[in-house]
């Protein structure tokens, strides 16, 4: 499917970009900033410049396109509400949602879908009363930009396009705009409640944002306005309180509304303004939020340790593609944690872990840096590193569904696959492809149908045909023909992948992994963090495959190796030159202080 999105270089616009590639769709990108984006993306992406509030060329992009993502706009808080600043915004928000309508009008062949992003803003002060999609428009500057906003979007409808109406609340992302600016305030332990704090917030976690934005694409029965907020909208104070526990600071200060108005005009009264938004469209339609309150939302974002709602996602992995801003060339402190891919040590050559490596990781341990082995099965060439005295005893073994403690030779920390969601997801394999093979994975042992291949753990459990493991499972391996894997993906990617019960790992033509949603080395990186007390900045990574995609963009800084695929490479602050010790380098250079 080709999807034109504009506003792809924004904090959102970003991540869903890398979203769509990952699923395998065709981007093409409107946008004014065309070397940003070829920057993040590369030639993944079909760079398309122009100015989405004025007519031009770009609009002939949208003719034969399946869908449109219109993310393009001012940011509503990025400055002072000036007079000249308002105006910018209703231009930039009013004349390209009237440019982008204008073209699906003329194009020969229309898209079936549009989604225009809006804002919450619409219902203007709602109190403590649940404002739904059929909760009437409020009153104010930002509730009637929205609605001339959307007025503008129902222009679409009589043209025989699905138009969505994705009204977003305060989205929750490090790097975007509103965590950018209050994650300093509250780390130096200035964090502070604004007025009473009881008016109410409507946020939502930026993954949850771009996976309520794909449903949205892809949900034929969604159309009109759409909520992407979190299920439970949460009131200011606790907002507050719980990023202050989030960042281990303590949070007793309040602001008056007086004091915001003085720096921020206009925007601070949007601040004091009680929004209780409720996703009632996506909930009838079956989406399942990965952060439905503020706890499990600062969980994932700030060195989350045991996430407790399910089911998450990895989404799959899209939220840890290129989405990142650019990695420094330098660490910006010296590393506490390293986190070793094993795909990135064992040189593809030869089958051997790559020189200088076991020198170079024993050296960053002398340094008081804790060496942490990402691996994606025990049994790997790297297995040796895995039970190092030296070595920090943790390691990340099946992408992160296992945390595996060598000194104690069992797991710490293990994320299953939901039963009920195995059983189903196993009868639906069978049916796609009678003849596969499933192998199903513990956190330490292994069950299969038939032999186990090559590289898997010892089977201690055999099954008849049809039958389910009576221990909990850690991954479900389906091996079979290219043509039947093929027809496996295609028969659980709609209940399952999409619906978000599960991540999907492709290997090779022949394999699909199939996880628990949070199965992610990124994920279990933060849980590390969390237990040793370290920030993200003073975590580095050592990457060279696509696995490690949530690595490369989570960690402070990050080197891939030579041979690393590109969106990977992308992703990391140094590309390491194909030398004989490149690893070794890397550590003494970020580390070792050489």
Same mark, same amino acid.
């Given at each position: 499917?080709?999807?034109?999105?504009?506003?792809?270089?924004?904090?959102?616009?970003?991540?869903?970009?890398?979203?769509?590639?990952?699923?395998?769709?065709?981007?093409?990108?409107?946008?004014?900033?065309?070397?940003?984006?070829?920057?993040?993306?590369?030639?993944?992406?079909?760079?398309?410049? %122009?100015?989405?509030?004025?007519?031009?060329?770009?609009?002939?992009? =949208?003719?034969?396109?399946?869908?449109?993502?219109?993310?393009?706009?001012?940011?509503?808080?990025?400055?002072?509400?000036?007079?000249?600043?308002?105006?910018? /915004?209703?231009?930039?928000? /009013?004349?390209?949602?009237?440019?982008?309508?204008?073209?699906?009008?003329?194009?020969?062949?229309?898209?079936?879908?549009?989604?225009?992003?809006?804002?919450?803003?619409? +219902?203007?002060?709602?109190?403590?009363?649940?404002?739904?999609?059929? $909760?009437?428009?409020?009153?104010?500057?930002?509730?009637?930009?929205?609605?001339?906003?959307?007025?503008?979007?129902?222009?679409?409808?009589?043209?025989?396009?699905?138009?969505?109406?994705?009204?977003?609340?305060?989205?929750?992302?490090?790097?975007?705009?509103?965590?950018?600016?209050?994650?300093?305030?509250?780390?130096? %332990?200035?964090?502070?409640?604004?007025?009473?704090?009881?008016?109410?917030?409507?946020?939502?976690?930026?993954?949850?944002?771009?996976?309520?934005?794909?449903?949205?694409?892809?949900?034929?029965?969604?159309?009109?306005?759409?909520?992407?907020?979190?299920?439970?909208?949460?009131?200011?104070?606790? $907002?507050?309180?719980?990023?202050?526990?989030?960042?281990?600071?303590?949070? $007793?200060?309040?602001?008056?509304?007086?004091?915001?108005? =003085?720096?921020?005009?206009?925007?601070?009264?949007?601040?004091?303004?009680?929004?209780?938004?409720?996703?009632?469209?996506?909930?009838?339609?079956?989406?399942?939020?990965?952060?439905?309150?503020?706890?499990?939302?600062?969980?994932?974002?700030?060195?989350?340790?045991?996430?407790?709602?399910?089911?998450?996602?990895?989404?799959?992995?899209?939220?840890?593609?290129?989405?990142?801003?650019?990695?420094? @060339?330098?660490?910006?402190?010296?590393?506490?944690?390293?986190?070793?891919?094993?795909?990135?040590?064992?040189?593809?050559?030869?089958?051997?872990?790559?020189?200088?490596?076991?020198?170079?990781?024993?050296?960053?341990?002398?340094?008081?840096?804790?060496?942490?082995?990402?691996?994606?099965?025990?049994?790997?060439?790297?297995?040796?590193?895995?039970?190092?005295?030296?070595?920090?005893?943790?390691? =990340?073994?099946?992408?992160?569904?296992?945390?595996?403690?060598?000194?104690?030779?069992?797991?710490? +920390?293990?994320?299953?696959?939901?039963?009920?969601?195995?059983?189903?997801?196993?009868?639906?394999?069978?049916?796609?492809?009678?003849?596969?093979?499933?192998?199903?994975?513990?956190?330490?042992?292994?069950?299969?149908?038939?032999?186990?291949?090559?590289?898997?753990?010892?089977?201690?459990?055999?099954?008849?045909?049809?039958?389910?493991?009576?221990?909990?499972?850690?991954?479900?391996?389906?091996?079979?023909?290219?043509?039947?894997?093929?027809?496996?993906?295609?028969?659980?990617?709609?209940?399952?992948?999409?619906?978000?019960?599960?991540?999907?790992?492709?290997?090779?033509?022949?394999?699909?992994?199939?996880?628990?949603?949070?199965?992610?080395?990124?994920?279990?990186?933060?849980?590390?963090? !969390?237990?040793?007390?370290?920030?993200?900045?003073?975590?580095?990574?050592?990457?060279?495959? @696509?696995?490690?995609?949530?690595?490369?963009?989570?960690?402070?800084?990050?080197?891939?190796?030579?041979?690393?695929?590109?969106?990977? !490479?992308?992703?990391?602050?140094?590309?390491?030159?194909?030398?004989?010790?490149?690893?070794?380098?890397?550590?003494?250079?970020?580390?070792?202080?050489?």
């Amino acid at each position: 499917m080709r999807v034109v999105v504009t506003g792809g270089t924004g904090s959102i616009g970003r991540r869903l970009v890398a979203a769509l590639l990952l699923r395998g769709d065709r981007v093409s990108l409107v946008t004014r900033r065309p070397r940003d984006a070829r920057r993040l993306f590369g030639a993944d992406v079909e760079v398309i410049a %122009g100015d989405c509030a004025c007519p031009g060329p770009w609009q002939r992009a =949208i003719d034969g396109a399946h869908a449109v993502v219109h993310l393009a706009g001012a940011g509503i808080a990025d400055r002072r509400w000036t007079h000249r600043y308002r105006e910018v /915004i209703e231009t930039s928000r /009013i004349e390209s949602t009237h440019q982008v309508v204008s073209a699906i009008e003329e194009a020969s062949e229309r898209p079936q879908v549009v989604v225009f992003a809006s804002a919450t803003g619409f +219902y203007g002060d709602t109190g403590d009363e649940e404002a739904g999609e059929r $909760f009437p428009p409020g009153k104010g500057f930002l509730a009637d930009l929205c609605v001339r906003w959307e007025d503008e979007a129902k222009k679409a409808e009589p043209l025989g396009v699905r138009v969505v109406r994705a009204r977003i609340g305060v989205v929750l992302d490090e790097a975007g705009p509103a965590l950018r600016k209050l994650l300093p305030w509250f780390r130096a %332990g200035l964090g502070s409640t604004l007025g009473s704090g009881r008016q109410w917030m409507p946020w939502v976690h930026h993954r949850d944002c771009v996976a309520a934005l794909l449903h949205c694409l892809q949900t034929r029965e969604l159309s009109g306005p759409v909520n992407i907020t979190a299920p439970e909208p949460c009131q200011q104070r606790r $907002f507050a309180k719980t990023l202050g526990r989030a960042v281990q600071r303590p949070m $007793f200060l309040w602001t008056p509304r007086i004091a915001l108005r =003085i720096v921020f005009g206009g925007v601070a009264d949007e601040l004091f303004t009680s929004q209780r938004v409720v996703p009632n469209a996506l909930l009838a339609h079956r989406f399942t939020f990965i952060a439905p309150t503020i706890e499990t939302a600062f969980e994932l974002l700030l060195q989350e340790d045991h996430p407790t709602v399910a089911p998450p996602t990895q989404r799959p992995k899209f939220d840890t593609v290129a989405t990142s801003l650019p990695k420094p @060339v330098r660490p910006p402190v010296r590393p506490r944690l390293l986190i070793v891919s094993a795909e990135a040590v064992v040189d593809d050559g030869n089958g051997q872990v790559r020189t200088g490596v076991r020198e170079a990781v024993r050296s960053a341990s002398s340094h008081g840096c804790a060496v942490v082995v990402a691996s994606d099965r025990a049994s790997s060439a790297a297995s040796a590193m895995l039970v190092d005295p030296l070595l920090h005893p943790i390691s =990340i073994v099946a992408n992160g569904a296992v945390l595996w403690n060598a000194r104690e030779g069992k797991a710490s +920390y293990v994320e299953r696959i939901e039963q009920g969601t195995l059983a189903a997801i196993s009868l639906a394999v069978r049916r796609a492809a009678p003849s596969a093979q499933l192998l199903f994975e513990g956190d330490d042992w292994s069950a299969s149908e038939d032999e186990a291949p090559d590289g898997f753990m010892p089977i201690t459990l055999r099954l008849s045909p049809g039958e389910l493991p009576p221990r909990p499972t850690v991954r479900l391996h389906v091996l079979d023909v290219p043509e039947a894997i093929s027809a496996v993906r295609q028969a659980i990617e709609s209940p399952f992948w999409r619906e978000r019960k599960i991540s999907i790992f492709q290997r090779g033509g022949s394999r699909l992994v199939i996880a628990s949603p949070l199965v992610d080395r990124a994920i279990a990186a933060q849980r590390i963090a !969390r237990k040793l007390g370290a920030s993200r900045e003073e975590i580095m990574a050592i990457v060279g495959d @696509v696995d490690d995609l949530g690595l490369a963009d989570w960690c402070g800084f990050s080197v891939a190796v030579a041979d690393a695929p590109d969106v990977v !490479r992308r992703l990391a602050g140094v590309i390491l030159a194909a030398t004989d010790d490149p690893i070794g380098t890397a550590v003494a250079s970020y580390i070792a202080g050489a």
